[in-house]
Structures are given as C-alpha cells and as structure tokens.
C-alpha cells in the first residue's frame, strides 16, 4: 500500500472511530448501567467506559447511584476513600460533552464528608492543577472566570443539603489549591458563594485555613458537619494508587454555558489551544498560599496565624 492510501485510509479510520464513538454515547439506559454497579466498584476504571455509553442526563444520576453503592460496601473507611478517590475520577472521564462541569458538582453533593475531604485534594492535584499541562497556561483572569462559574454549579447542586457550607468549603479549598495562590483574590470571591452567612465567615476564619495547611486539618469541619469518622489519609492514597495526571480546566470551562448555549466566561483561547502569559509575567501570591509551591503537594498552601489554638498555627504544630 503505497504512503499516500495509507495516510488516506488512517484518516478515514479514524473518522469512522470518531463516528462510533460518538453514536455509542446514549446506547445505554441507566437501568442497566445500575446493573454493572457491582462490578464498577470492583473495578473502578470500567466507570469510565459505562459512562461514556449514558446519554448525558443519566450521568450525573448515575454517578450518585454508584457513590450510594460505595458507602455500602463492608470495607474499610480507607478503602472506601480510594474507590470514591478512582470511581468519581474516571466517571470525569467519560463526561458527555458539555456535561463535565455538572458531574464535578455531583461529586461535590454526594460523595460522604469524611471521603470528600480527600477527594477534594487528589482533584486540585490530578485533575484540575492550573499547572498540570505544560502546553497551556491560564492567566488569573482566565483560572477565575474558570473558578467562578465551577463555583456556582456546585453552590446551586448542594443547595438545600443539610451540610451545604461545609461541601461549598471543600469546593473553594480544591479551587484555590488548584490555583496554586494566585489570583489572591480567589478564596474571597469564592467564599463569598457560599449562601449562609454564618457558616460563610465560620469557613473563612476556620475550615478553610485549616483545609490548606500544610498539613490538612478537617476534624473541626468534619465535626460541625456531624460527618463520619475520617480516613487515615495516607493510607488511603497509597490504597487509591498512583494518578495520571488529567488536565480537565479547559474541558470545565467548555462545559460552563449559559441557558443560550453560550460560553459564560470568555474561554476561546484556551479552547484554541492555549494562551500563554507573557514572559517575566510575575504570579501574586495569596493569603491562603504563595504561588510556586509544590504542584504535586494538595495542600501546598500554608495559611499563617498567631493562635496557638489553632491546629494550623504559624509553627505548623498540630495540638490535641
């Protein structure tokens, strides 16, 4: 076969794939994808193969019927962190076009605390790190515009649940440990989503300094929140295995439109391959983490205070 039929056939292969891929897309009713539950939990990476096969209305249902199943499971509360941790990762994988953005604030409204805390951080680490895709860099007007919309999705799913604010401060610390530090401005703008006012100013002075220190401190919200016993979170990683990275930021922000089928937020060079920031472009930090730190630590960032009852105190001296 000479190059040049080749090439043709390779191209036409791989339009026919294309083509497949996308009639499979809605060949599965939700009825029997909750007919493979089981084995999803077994094998958590088939969750991405049974969404990609659900039209995009049953996903998100879907993803909640498989996050009730894993808190049933007779396992350990570690081992249930790193199904919910590889589960909802690879069920983000196979989101419909468009659909991504909703399956995030899924997860946000149905994964149990005590396992949302580190799902929040393998999130800001595996899947949403503003620094994961070496070939495209956000600037902090983009990342924001990017937050902000996330933000809402997840505000308007958790609304009404009993422990709203306490999931609403996951979602901003997973955001914020994203955006390694900067736009400064990000956690307040975040925060200021979250719709009770008491619970509000409880996780700007608390739960959110404590989330991001350096070594994360969740018993005081877990606690307020009446949540579950939490995992041993080393152990629980190590059982979730090593992530590929995934950078999904512009996938999000193609999934973010408004009731006109319209982008929200000004997303198009990211779409078209990236806008890259000026060279000698300077990064502010943040109150809640400088720029520059670590990429592959979730909870990079260090928030500082002279309260030395606070678990997350300047000295970085955890206390009974």
């Not at 396992?75 to 196979?94: C, D, F, V």
């Amino acid at each position: 076969m000479n190059r040049r039929l080749k090439s043709l056939c390779t191209a036409v292969l791989a339009v026919l794939a294309a083509h497949c891929a996308f009639a499979q897309q809605g060949t599965l009713s939700l009825a029997d994808a909750r007919g493979m539950i089981d084995a999803i939990v077994a094998e958590p990476a088939k969750m991405t193969d049974v969404m990609k096969q659900l039209a995009p209305g049953d996903q998100a249902a879907f993803l909640s019927d498989v996050n009730a199943a894993i808190e049933k499971q007779p396992t350990s509360n570690e081992e249930k962190s790193a199904k919910y941790i590889n589960i909802n990762e690879a069920a983000l994988k196979g989101a419909a076009r468009g659909n991504l953005a909703n399956l995030i604030a899924e997860v946000f409204a149905t994964v149990p605390l005590e396992h949302l805390t580190l799902v929040s951080e393998r999130f800001a680490e595996d899947l949403f790190n503003r620094t994961a895709d070496p070939n495209r860099q956000y600037t902090d007007d983009s990342f924001r515009d990017i937050a902000n919309s996330l933000m809402d999705k997840i505000v308007a799913r958790t609304a009404g649940t009993d422990d709203a604010t306490v999931r609403n401060t996951l979602a901003v610390a997973m955001l914020v440990r994203s955006s390694q530090g900067s736009p400064a401005d990000l956690p307040d703008l975040l925060l200021n989503k979250i719709p009770d006012a008491r619970g509000r100013e409880i996780a700007r002075n608390d739960w959110l300094p404590a989330a991001l220190a350096e070594t994360p401190f969740y018993e005081q919200m877990l606690a307020d929140a009446d949540a579950g016993q939490q995992p041993n979170a080393q152990l629980a990683l190590q059982l979730a295995g090593p992530q590929v990275l995934d950078a999904f930021l512009a996938d999000v922000a193609s999934s973010l439109v408004d009731s006109t089928g319209r982008e929200t937020t000004p997303f198009t060079d990211q779409a078209m391959g990236g806008y890259k920031e000026p060279a000698g472009t300077v990064v502010q930090g943040s109150a809640y983490g400088g720029a520059g730190q670590n990429a592959n630590s979730a909870g990079g960032a260090t928030p500082k205070t002279e309260d030395e009852s606070k678990p997350w105190n300047q000295h970085g001296k955890l206390y009974d």
